[in-house]
């Protein structure tokens, strides 16, 4: 038996639609959201769905958050709350570089400690991140996203190493360009900054997510999979397709030269292409 499911950033997109598939098939999950409003909200789609399912309030960037959620007994951790904030590394403002990186890789590594010392002392459990391909790459204007999945990936595979001997498996699920309003989103961050637009480097109003996209559904597939203990990788870049050209990236990185002086393709597909164009399409 699985046990306890934990599953935070359950308010919207990859964590809410995991959370209700697993609860509408009889396993005990926990989904935490990150403001009081989600609460209610997903109960009733639960409700409405024929599922199970016990809602909280965990925005893991909050000490007391955390403070309350490590009070639950849970088996497995599937760290999925996530932001991602689009611009060029020049242009993005203080806070929202810190709040990128708060979200993303401190809240979810303090949150883990506690649960993953438990699962230690039990000798059984199993954590999961929902890392990114910008976990293993990364795109233009996306660089304070695809840092902190790099950090991500980091601190996970020192977990992995860690926690072997105690019992404790981990994995990460690599989601590439999936179609769920994530990505497009990013790329309008900008108008809420509050800096001094004329001192921008570029005009945000132009560009838009460099990248056809896919469907989730193998993401909720696979990331179910991973949560059960049925797939024992422990990476999981999806699509599966895309696999051959994550590595040929990470492998072209060792012959790499300095820049020509023009404007590289990524870069121009951002001006070039438009918000939500499917893969299909």
Do not use: C
């Amino acid at each position: 038996m699985t046990g306890t499911i934990l599953i935070t950033g359950a308010g919207t997109g990859f964590g809410k639609e995991i959370a209700l598939r697993l609860a509408s098939q009889g396993h005990d999950v926990i989904a935490g959201v990150e403001i009081i409003a989600q609460v209610n909200s997903l109960r009733f789609e639960a409700k409405a769905r024929g599922a199970d399912l016990r809602v909280e309030k965990l925005d893991v960037t909050d000490p007391d958050d955390r403070q309350h959620a490590w009070t639950w007994d849970v088996d497995v951790l599937l760290n999925n709350a996530g932001v991602s904030e689009g611009g060029s590394t020049v242009d993005i403002p203080e806070d929202r570089l810190f709040r990128q990186f708060d979200v993303n890789v401190f809240g979810p590594v303090l949150l883990t400690q506690r649960f993953a010392k438990r699962m230690a002392a039990r000798r059984r459990g199993r954590i999961v991140f929902m890392s990114s391909v910008a976990g293993l790459t990364t795109d233009p204007f996306t660089g304070a996203y695809s840092g902190s999945k790099h950090a991500v990936e980091a601190f996970a595979d020192a977990l992995d190493q860690e926690l072997a001997e105690f019992g404790v498996t981990v994995a990460t699920v690599n989601p590439g360009p999936f179609l769920t309003g994530f990505n497009d989103t990013m790329f309008e961050e900008w108008k809420t900054w509050g800096d001094d637009p004329s001192q921008r480097l570029f005009d945000y109003s132009e560009l838009s997510f460099p990248h056809e996209q896919y469907d989730p559904e193998p993401v909720f597939e696979t990331t179910i999979k991973v949560l059960l203990g049925q797939d024992t990788r422990y990476r999981h870049v999806l699509p599966e397709e895309m696999e051959p050209e994550v590595r040929q990236q990470v492998d072209g990185f060792w012959d790499r030269g300095l820049n020509d002086g023009r404007r590289p393709e990524p870069v121009q597909k951002a001006y070039d292409m438009a918000p939500y164009t499917s893969v299909s399409s």
